[in-house]
């Protein structure tokens, strides 16, 4: 082998996709609107239906109102009572035909909602499994969660709620205004009148609650992202009595939170009573005009020549008639406008929260490959870095011009201070990122023309925090090779020499490791790890700080073991513990990203070099 030197309470960040800011705002966009119902065309059946009921809805509410309003000034004021049990018969038939519709609205309403998040969740999660390392670099757990909480469930009341009770109130003013412009368009042009006074509060007010409520959804997220990251951290927070610090803190955002609620709240509770208010003085003004009417009707007010001549009606009951009517329309017509503005700022939060899931949905995921990638045979395990610089702000970058080649079946330990870059080269072996200059290659292939897919699973990895899933440890085992059999897990913990110590758990192998793995010791977790990479047998193995939480006492007993898992393997050890790399064929010795030094541990120890000023501070360490 050969190797060459080379506040969270304040405003979200706007207009940055995919990273810790939220995307750009958007008021209700028709895009917005058809992509979020573009999620019920798997459902066409359940929603066509749903849609025949709430058009049956939107006719029925000002068919029962007419019906009344009919009954009053028709058979109740010419003393027809055949008539008025028929229109009481007719009137109760149409209500219980309405009830029926109503529960059909609002089970298949429920139904289709459901069915809509279960497919974005599922799409979601999907999409979150293929982002790249990136992305979860600058992006806080607790907002990825309120996209899939908060941000569906908004889009949730979105479907099944507001569209569709929208549209049966929108129904509902249509209805209404055909009735009343076909019983007396004279007072229908008072209505009209009234209308623009509404459509200028709607105006002034929509880009105002707008905002507010989009604030308020960015600053739930904020919320979430510090929650998240309070439960992870638990225990460094009570380790250093920071529970009244942090207590403080989320106080502050919760409080940042509420204030924007609060202004949400403000204006909406000026614009509803402004939009009920403008029905009020419509019911004033419908009594005057059409009590006036009614007097002109009477001869009151101008001789009958006159009013013949204006073309008012043909008589006052037909005059009073039409006010009955309009009573009950007029409440309609203003109630579905007053429904419709309170369903607005509902509409406003789904919308809010549909524009940052498909934010999400539409982020660019890296392929980490060229277009013609093929996929990776089975591999030998050379590795060679040519020049290789990298950077994870472009303005800063960590590794310069770093070169080494690693042999099928070598073992390479990286050593280095902290900062040094180790970590970045083990990132870039295992294809979590690219290199920014020069050129990573495997078995002479370079990683941009090799399936990412192809190469990871080649690629084993043992880090010094692995993950455990929640489930026994057999499962976690077996989540190095999914495949794999009960026997197979049994033998790989066998090979690795530490299935007594698996076994000596609770339940043996069918123990629950809890959430994280926390019903194990560290040293427990990661002799877990060992066997899952002893299981997925890879051709390049990565451990990183791997035996830094293993004792002493266990360390000794899986040395043997380790020996047999890197046997054949190309393998990347970083340690502090530099007891452990004291039989790697090449230690390389970074600094700055660079690579300042490189041989054998006895070799670098006779140059007397960086390595073994760091040798014999750990030798000190270790001695004190």
């Not at 055949?82 to 309405?98: N, R, S």
């Not at 941000?151 to 479907?159: L, S």
């Not at 997220?221 to 927070?237: F, N, Q």
């Amino acid at each position: 082998m050969s190797a060459f030197g080379g506040g969270y309470a304040g405003k979200a960040m706007r207009g940055v996709k995919g990273g810790d800011g939220d995307a750009e705002r958007e008021d209700l966009s028709l895009s917005l609107i058809w992509r979020s119902v573009g999620y019920m065309r798997a459902y066409r059946w359940k929603r066509n239906a749903l849609l025949t009921v709430v058009l049956l809805r939107a006719v029925q509410i000002p068919l029962i109102a007419w019906f009344i309003g009919y009954t009053l000034h028709g058979p109740i004021l010419n003393d027809d009572w055949p008539g008025l049990v028929w229109c009481g018969a007719g009137l109760l038939g149409l209500m219980l035909f309405t009830q029926t519709t109503m529960h059909f609205r609002q089970r298949w309403a429920q139904e289709l909602g459901e069915a809509v998040v279960h497919d974005l969740r599922r799409e979601v999660f999907a999409k979150l499994q293929r982002m790249p390392m990136r992305f979860y670099d600058r992006t806080k757990v607790g907002r990825i969660i309120s996209r899939m909480t908060s941000d569906i469930e908004a889009m949730r009341v979105g479907v099944q709620d507001v569209l569709f009770i929208s549209a049966i109130q929108l129904g509902h003013v249509v209805m209404a205004s055909a009735v009343m412009l076909w019983y007396d368009p004279v007072l229908f042009g008072v209505v009209l009148l009234m209308s623009p006074i509404v459509l200028g509060m709607t105006r002034y007010f929509r880009p105002r609650l707008s905002a507010a409520w989009q604030d308020v959804q960015e600053s739930f997220s904020r919320i979430t992202s510090r929650l998240a990251e309070a439960i992870t951290g638990i225990r460094v927070t009570q380790g250093f009595v920071r529970q009244e610090h942090n207590a403080a803190a989320f106080a502050d955002q919760v409080a940042a939170h509420g204030e924007l609620n609060m202004r949400a709240i403000r204006l909406q509770s000026v614009f509803i009573p402004l939009i009920e208010l403008n029905n009020q003085f419509f019911i004033s003004a419908l009594l005057i005009v059409g009590g006036w009417q009614v007097l002109v009707m009477e001869g009151t007010i101008l001789p009958e020549w006159a009013i013949g001549f204006a073309g008012w009606g043909e008589s006052q009951g037909q005059t009073f008639g039409a006010m009955v009517v309009f009573f009950f329309m007029i409440n309609l017509f203003f109630g579905g406008i007053a429904f419709v503005s309170r369903m607005f700022n509902m509409a406003l939060t789904a919308m809010a929260g549909a524009q940052r899931v498909f934010t999400l949905l539409d982020e660019e995921v890296d392929p980490l490959q060229d277009p013609d990638a093929g996929v990776l045979p089975p591999i030998r395990g050379e590795v060679v870095f040519d020049e290789v610089g990298f950077a994870y702000d472009p303005e800063k970058p960590v590794l310069h011009g770093v070169s080494f080649v690693a042999e099928p079946g070598q073992t390479i330990a990286l050593v280095g201070h902290t900062g040094s870059g180790k970590s970045t080269i083990i990132k870039l072996i295992s294809k979590f990122y690219l290199p920014t200059a020069g050129e990573l290659r495997i078995d002479g292939l370079d990683v941009r023309k090799i399936q990412t897919e192809s190469l990871i699973k080649q690629v084993g990895i043992v880090t010094q925090s692995n993950f455990l899933f929640t489930g026994t440890v057999m499962d976690n085992i077996r989540a190095g090779r999914p495949g794999a059999s009960d026997e197979e897990v049994v033998a790989a913990g066998r090979a690795l020499d530490c299935l007594d110590l698996l076994e000596q758990l609770p339940e043996g192998l069918q123990t629950m490791v809890g959430e994280n793995g926390t019903a194990l010791s560290l040293g427990q977790r990661q002799l877990v790890c060992f066997t899952r990479a002893m299981l997925a047998d890879p051709r390049i193995l990565i451990l990183d700080e791997a035996t830094s939480s293993v004792d002493t006492m266990t360390e000794a007993r899986i040395q043997h073991a380790l020996e047999t898992l890197l046997a054949g393997r190309t393998s990347f050890v970083v340690a502090h513990r530099l007891s452990t790399i004291r039989h790697a064929d090449c230690v390389l010795v970074l600094d700055q990203g660079r690579v300042v030094e490189w041989g054998t541990h006895t070799q670098l120890l006779a140059e007397g070099g960086t390595y073994a000023n760091l040798y014999r501070q750990f030798i000190h360490a270790t001695d004190s």
